[in-house]
Nanobody, 124 residues
Framework: QVQLVESGGGLVQAGGSLSVSCAASGRTFFSSYAMGWFRQAPGKEREFVAAISWSGDSTYYADSVKGRFTIARDNAKNTVYLQMNSLKPEDTGVYYC????????????????WGRGTQVTVSS
């Protein structure tokens, strides 16, 4: 199956920037998978952040991050990135990488594969 490993999380002040990465591997992984990012704050439900189609031609963002976050992928490296700018304290949470052959399932927070997450903390 597919394995996803996130990296790049950390502590940043409000208004700052941070980039997180997700490396995908596994016998069943193909660059045709849609990929995306979700986040979860303590005691809250996991929520959609951003997604990208297999080709990288189409991107999708939650309204809360639109204009501030950018998702991109490098299929040659089996890696997806999330560049986060103008960070706010409410962006704090564990950021999870996800993958699914179905973009629709990914957008509905029902991906087949999840990473273990990386912590992003934004101080006020």
């Amino acid at each position: 199956q597919v394995q996803l490993v996130e990296s790049g999380g950390g502590l940043v002040q409000a208004g700052g920037s941070l980039s997180v990465s997700c490396a995908a591997s596994g016998r069943t992984f193909f660059s045709s998978y849609a990929m995306g990012w979700f986040r979860q704050a303590p005691g809250k439900e996991r929520e959609f952040v951003a997604a990208i189609s297999w080709s990288g031609d189409s991107t999708y963002y939650a309204d809360s991050v639109k204009g501030r976050f950018t998702i991109a992928r490098d299929n040659a490296k089996n890696t997806v990135y999330l560049q986060m700018n103008s960070l706010k304290p409410e962006d704090t949470g564990v950021y999870y990488c996800a993958a699914d052959v179905s973009l629709s399932d990914l957008l509905r927070t029902r991906p087949d594969y999840w990473g273990r997450g990386t912590q992003v903390t934004v101080s006020s």
